[in-house]
């Protein structure tokens, strides 16, 4: 992990981690995960090496056979001219058509939602989105996970202890 204030994660295929949704995985049951490129301008990948993003808020919806990140807040690049890009603005995400068509069906059909999890720089330093197809988690399917999470950690320390 980098100390740097603003900084990003370093992921194992070498890339680093730029913004992460940790919130989805608490109120969204993850069912499949895809990764997805994404059509950016020069001032945003500039701001994205900055380690600069927030996708908290953001979801993906299909729109006229294509895949539509909206709300994710990517800041003004610092050093940029009146060229700068609009910090909000959608942005396309770039999938094979099957994975797209797939996608849509199960939204439109089962009332899934396509839910961002992970902005990243990869190993060849292409910004790369991790969305995942997900079901919404009533408030009592929350509490089940958490208390399912933490009888996990009590297992994993009471293991160590016995070693």
């Known amino acids: 992990m980098s100390s740097k204030k603003g900084g990003a994660r370093k992921l194992a295929d070498g890339g680093k981690v730029v913004a992460e949704n940790r919130r989805a995985r ?14 950016l301008l020069g001032t945003e990948v500039k701001s ?16 006229g056979g294509e895949l539509w990140l909206i709300n994710a807040d990517i800041p003004e690049y610092r050093f ?4 700068n890009h609009e910090p909000r603005r959608k942005r ?14 199960e939204v439109s059909r089962k009332g899934m ?12 330093g ?8 997900a079901k919404g988690r009533k ?25």
Not at 26 to 39: K, N, P, Q, R, S
Request: no cysteine.
């Open 92 to 105: 396309k995400l770039l999938m094979h058509k099957r994975e797209i068509k797939r996608l849509t069906d």
């Open 126 to 133: 292409l910004v790369k989105l991790l969305i995942g197809l």
């Open 113 to 124: 939602a396509i839910v961002p999890l992970k902005m990243y720089f990869n190993g060849k």
């Open 48 to 63: 994205l090496r900055e380690g600069r993003a927030n996708i908290a808020e953001a979801y993906v919806s299909p729109e």
């Open 80 to 83: 940029g001219n009146i060229n």
């Open 139 to 163: 408030k009592h399917d929350k509490r089940e996970a958490i208390k399912k999470r933490d009888w996990q950690r009590q297992k994993e320390r009471l293991l160590r202890m016995t070693r």
């Open 26 to 39: 608490h109120d969204y049951e993850i069912l499949e995960t895809f990764e997805a490129g994404l059509v």
